[in-house]
């Protein structure tokens, strides 16, 4: 049975700093990328940072130099670290999955097989 559980999301004032985590469990093919989205209401999902097996990482042009993604093997989890949030960085947080496919810029929500439920992030 395969889960992604995010936390750690939370209100924040403009210019603080929020951690997500999202623990994943029960994927035994392994992962090729993983992926936290976001959504705003009324908006489209997008791709937020994506991280290959490799430890190579990317991010949406939006976040870059204020969001780092990681992850912990042993653990099996991923993080979002969060810094200087804006009110645009508004949203549902989704962690993402995918087992066959490849990160790339921009991540697209076919490519991923696995979500979590997502945690909402305000920012005011």
């Known amino acids: 049975h395969v889960q992604l559980v995010e936390s750690g999301g939370g209100s924040v004032q403009a210019g603080g700093s929020l951690s997500l985590s999202c623990e994943v469990s029960g994927i035994t093919e392994g992962t090729n990328c993983m992926a936290w989205f976001r959504q705003a209401p009324g908006k489209e999902r997008e791709g937020v940072a994506t991280?290959?097996?490799?430890?190579?990482?990317s991010y949406a042009d939006p976040v870059k130099g204020r969001f780092t993604i990681s992850q912990d093997n042993a653990k099996n989890i991923v993080y979002l670290e969060m810094n200087s949030l804006e009110p645009e960085d508004t949203a549902m947080y989704y962690c993402?999955?995918?087992?066959?496919?490849?990160?790339?810029?921009?991540?697209?929500?076919?490519?991923?097989?696995?979500w979590g439920q997502g945690t909402q992030v305000t920012v005011s």
């Open positions: 993402a999955a995918a087992t066959t496919s490849w990160c790339r810029p921009p991540p697209r929500r076919a490519d991923f097989d696995y």
């Open positions: 991280r290959m097996y490799t430890g190579s990482t």
